[in-house]
C-alpha cells in the first residue's frame, strides 16, 4: 500500500504542532477539486483550516469545507442518539457492550471533532451474542440486514449498527484476551468498555489489512493512518516489542509487517525506522503467507464476480458447491490457524457454521434446503 506526497504533507501539518508554513498549505491545495475529492480528505483539510484559522486558504474554499464539517458532525448528531438508546438497552439487560472501531475513536478524538463512520459497531461476549441481536433487533427504528463470520449488521433509521461476537474477523480465541484488557468507563450514563490502546492500535491495523486484500474501503487510507497515530499519542505506545508480541498473540503480526512500513514513513518520529526493521521484518513465513494472500484475492474476485453475474440464480446444487469451493478455500488460505488447529474435517465445519451464524452444522443445512425447495 502507498500513501502520495500530498497526503503525507496533510498528515504531518496536522500532527505537527503549531507550525504550518502558509507555502506548505498552499502547495496542498494547488489543483483541488473539491468536487471530485473524497469526504475523508475534505474533512482533514476542514480540520487543518480550522486549526490555521484558515491562513493560506483561498477565502472561496473556506465556506465549502466549513459547510463539510458540519455535515459530519450533524451525521454524528443524527445519528448517535439511536446507537445510544441501543446501548442503554443492552446495559440494562446486564450484557457487558464494548465500543469499537469508529465508535472507540471517538474517545480518541477532542470533543466535537468529527470522526467520519460507515456505521457503528458494539461487541458483546459471545455467549452473550444472541440474546443482544434479539434485543437490538427489537427496537424502534431497527431490522436485520445479514450477518458474517463476527457480526449481525442490523439497519438503523441514520446508520447500521455491525453487533459483533468476535472483535478479530479471524481471531477466533482472542475476544476474551480483549475484553479482559479492556478500560471501563462512563458512556452516557451507563457503564461500557473501549480496548486496551495496543489492542486498539493492532485492531485499526488488522482491519484496514483486511479491507485491502478484499478491496473494500481502499479509500479510507488517511483516516486510518490519522486513527493510529491519535492511539498512538494519546495511549502512550512507546514499547514497539510489546506491540509486537501482543500483534503475535493476537494473529496479526504479519498485518503489521505489511501496513506499519507506511505508518512510519509517515510518522518516523512515532515509529522510528530502526524499531520498523528490529521487531517487524517479514520473514520465510510471512512471504508464505503473501502468496497465500494473492491467492486468496484471485479466489475472492472470482467468486465475487460469480455473484454479481448470477443475482437472478435459484439457490440449487451448483451454486452450493461453488460456495463450498469458495469457503474452503477462504477456510485454507486466510481463516488462520484456529479453527485448523481442531483438524479437519471439524475445524472446517466450524468455520462453516459460523460463517453463518448457526448454532449447528444441521441448522445451517436446514436453512439452505428451504431456500432450495
Known amino acids: 500500500m502507498e500513501i502520495g506526497k500530498q497526503d503525507k504533507t496533510l498528515l504531518r501539518l496536522l500532527f505537527s504542532g503549531s507550525s504550518c508554513p502558509a507555502d506548505e498549505v498552499s502547495s496542498l491545495l494547488a489543483g483541488l477539486d473539491i468536487d471530485g475529492e473524497r469526504a475523508e480528505r475534505l474533512l482533514l483539510l476542514a480540520l487543518l483550516g480550522i486549526k490555521t484559522d484558515w491562513r493560506a486558504f483561498p477565502a472561496s474554499l473556506r465556506p465549502r469545507l466549513e459547510g463539510i464539517y458540519r455535515s459530519m458532525r450533524l451525521r454524528d448528531i443524527y445519528g448517535v442518539p439511536w446507537l445510544n438508546g441501543q446501548i442503554r438497552r443492552l446495559a440494562a439487560a446486564g450484557i457487558p457492550v464494548m465500543i469499537i472501531k469508529g465508535m472507540a475513536m471517538r474517545t480518541y478524538y477532542a470533543p466535537g471533532v468529527p470522526r467520519e463512520m460507515s456505521d457503528f459497531d458494539l461487541a458483546v ?75 486498539m492500535f493492532i485492531h485499526i491495523i488488522d482491519n484496514k489489512a483486511r479491507d485491502e486484500i478484499r478491496g473494500e474501503h481502499t479509500g479510507r487510507r488517511l483516516m486510518w493512518l490519522c486513527d493510529l497515530e491519535r492511539v498512538a499519542e494519546k495511549g502512550d505506545i512507546k514499547d514497539w516489542k510489546s506491540v509486537r508480541d501482543r500483534a503475535e498473540e ?124
Not at 427489537?138 to 445479514?146: L, Q, R, V
Open 125 to 199: 461476549p459471545k455467549e452473550r451474542f444472541e440474546e443482544a441481536r434479539d434485543l437490538a433487533l427489537s427496537a424502534e427504528g431497527a431490522a436485520k440486514a445479514y450477518d458474517s463470520i463476527h457480526s449481525q449488521t442490523i439497519i438503523g433509521p441514520q446508520k447500521d449498527l455491525d453487533l459483533h461476537f468476535r472483535i478479530f474477523k479471524y481471531g477466533v480465541n482472542t475476544s476474551p484476551l480483549i475484553w479482559e484488557r479492556a478500560a471501563a468507563f462512563e458512556y452516557e450514563g451507563v457503564r461500557v468498555f473501549v480496548p486496551a490502546p495496543e489492542d
Open 250 to 373: 493476537l494473529g496479526s503480526l504479519y498485518y503489521l509487517k505489511d501496513l506499519l512500513p507506511v505508518f512510519s514513513e509517515v510518522f518516523p518520529e512515532r515509529l522510528p525506522p530502526a524499531e520498523l526493521e528490529k521487531y517487524f521484518t517479514k520473514d520465510a513465513a510471512d512471504r508464505k503467507k503473501e502468496r497465500q494472500l494473492s491467492e486468496y484475492k484471485r479466489c475472492f474476485k472470482d467468486y465475487r464476480d460469480y455473484l454479481a453475474s448470477h443475482k437472478e440464480e435459484k439457490y440449487g446444487i451448483s451454486r452450493a458447491l461453488r460456495a463450498l469451493s469458495f469457503y474452503r478455500r477462504t477456510y485454507s488460505l486466510y481463516a488462520g490457524p484456529d479453527y485448523r488447529s481442531a483438524g479437519a474435517p471439524v475445524g472446517f465445519i466450524e468455520f462453516f457454521r459460523e460463517t453463518h451464524h448457526e448454532g449447528s452444522m444441521a441448522a445451517f443445512l436446514l436453512r439452505y434446503i428451504k431456500k432450495i425447495v
